[in-house]
T-cell receptor, first 110, second 113 residues
Framework: QQKVQQSPESLSVPEGGMASLNCTSSDRNFQYFWWYRQHSGEGPKALMSIFSDGDKKEGRFTAHLNKASLHVSLHIRDSQPSDSALYFCAVYNMGYKLTFGTGTSLLVDP | NAGVIQTPRHKVTGKGQEATLWCEPISGHSAVFWYRQTIVQGLEFLTYFRNQAPIDDSGMPKERFSAQMPNQSHSTLKIQSTQPQDSAVYLC???????????FGAGTRLSVL
């Protein structure tokens, strides 16, 4: 069964700092990696996806994928208190299924 | 666009009672998913419908859980004889077929006493 591992479990950064989150999949048959963010009391919301080796930037968020090691990272620059949330990495395959990782809880201290 | 609507937001049942959770997907979305979220297990896939047809229920506990999608505007997840271990947040999501962005509802928090 495919596993998606995330690290660290929790992370605290000062406002304006850089947050770095990591994710590794055990399944080479992925189509996309996704990052989702979940604020307390809400459902997860899609942040960005990546399927090519290298970096993908969207505003303050940069995802980096290394297909050979099945590792993806998410970097949030100029972190804001509103970025405090649970961040999930997810692997998309089989044409429809998203398998989620264990999650990283990010706290941005104002 | 109101997004995916889930009702109720909170449900409390006694052990052995039945719970029915409702989901209204985004209009025009043809794919509907149910996930369960707990602290220990995280986000677990339960079941998937495409154009109202059940496609994959591999994540559903076989005996007490069932899901239906009688029309394109709503899906239900029914749990019979609820047990304390069923306590979780149940999340519904929808998307266009072939598009891999899932849009989640706010979830139903089920508490089984």
């Amino acid at each position: 069964q495919q596993k998606v591992q995330q690290s660290p479990e929790s992370l605290s950064v000062p406002e304006g700092g850089m947050a770095s989150l990591n994710c590794t999949s055990s399944d080479r048959n992925f189509q996309y990696f996704w990052w989702y963010r979940q604020h307390s009391g809400e459902g997860p919301k899609a942040l960005m996806s990546i399927f090519s080796d290298g970096d993908k930037k969207e505003g303050r968020f940069t995802a980096h994928l290394n297909k050979a090691s099945l590792h993806v990272s998410l970097h949030i620059r100029d972190s804001q208190p509103s970025d405090s949330a649970l961040y999930f990495c997810a692997v998309y395959n089989m044409g429809y299924k998203l398998t989620f990782g264990t999650g990283t809880s990010l706290l941005v201290d104002p | 666009n109101a997004g995916v609507i889930q009702t109720p937001r909170h449900k409390v049942t006694g052990k052995g009672q039945e719970a029915t959770l409702w989901c209204e997907p985004i209009s025009g979305h043809s794919a509907v998913f149910w996930y369960r979220q707990t602290i220990v297990q995280g986000l677990e896939f339960l079941t998937y419908f495409r154009n109202q047809a059940p496609i994959d229920d591999s994540g559903m506990p076989k005996e007490r859980f069932s899901a239906q999608m009688p029309n394109q505007s709503h899906s239900t997840l029914k749990i019979q004889s609820t047990q304390p271990q069923d306590s979780a947040v149940y999340l519904c999501a929808s998307s266009w077929t072939g598009e891999n962005t899932l849009y989640f509802g706010a979830g139903t928090r089920l508490s089984v006493l």
